[in-house]
């Protein structure tokens, strides 16, 4: 299966469109190797993919005939990623709740709702 098929089918990526440009703009890696979307993956290959804010890595257990739903991902594919890169990821989040662009007036009811959650933990 093509790489950024199959990146598409486990939800890496909304579209496989975007899948394909990961991979174009080196973004994905198997064996420390960047990878072209037209790669062929095997069973038990590990992928690092560069998202946003983290990096994350998984492995292939198995590979799904069309686009999968959440709940089954873990029957197609293995989380490696180390806890450190999900606290990244919650640290940006939590900087992008806190800040809003200057000129953007009042917090709306959600966001107020959403900094006085935060602010409670």
Same mark, same amino acid.
């Given at each position: !299966? %093509?790489?950024?098929?199959?990146? @598409? =089918?486990? %939800?890496? /990526? $909304? ?8 991979? +174009?703009?080196? +973004?994905?890696?198997? %064996?420390? &190797? ?5 790669? =062929? ?8 993919? #560069? *998202?946003?804010? /983290?990096? +994350?890595?998984? &492995? ?15 029957? /197609? ?9 999900? #606290?990244?990821?919650? !640290?940006?989040?939590? +900087?992008?709740? *806190? &800040? ?9 009811? $959600? ?6 959650? @935060? !602010?409670?933990?």
């Amino acid at each position: !299966m %093509r790489i950024d098929k199959f990146l @598409w =089918d486990v %939800r890496i /990526y $909304k579209t496989r469109t975007l899948a394909t440009e990961a991979c +174009r703009n080196g +973004r994905v890696s198997i %064996r420390e &190797q960047e990878v072209k979307p037209a790669r =062929d993956v095997a069973v038990g290959d590990v992928i690092v993919i #560069k *998202l946003h804010a /983290y990096t +994350r890595t998984i &492995q292939i257990v198995d590979f799904p005939k069309s686009r999968v739903g959440a709940k089954l991902l873990p029957n /197609y594919i293995l989380e490696l990623t180390p806890e450190e890169e999900f #606290k990244k990821l919650d !640290m940006v989040r939590e +900087r992008l709740v *806190l &800040q809003r662009p200057k000129g953007m007036g009042r917090p709306t009811k $959600k966001d107020r709702r959403e900094l006085d959650d @935060w !602010m409670e933990e």
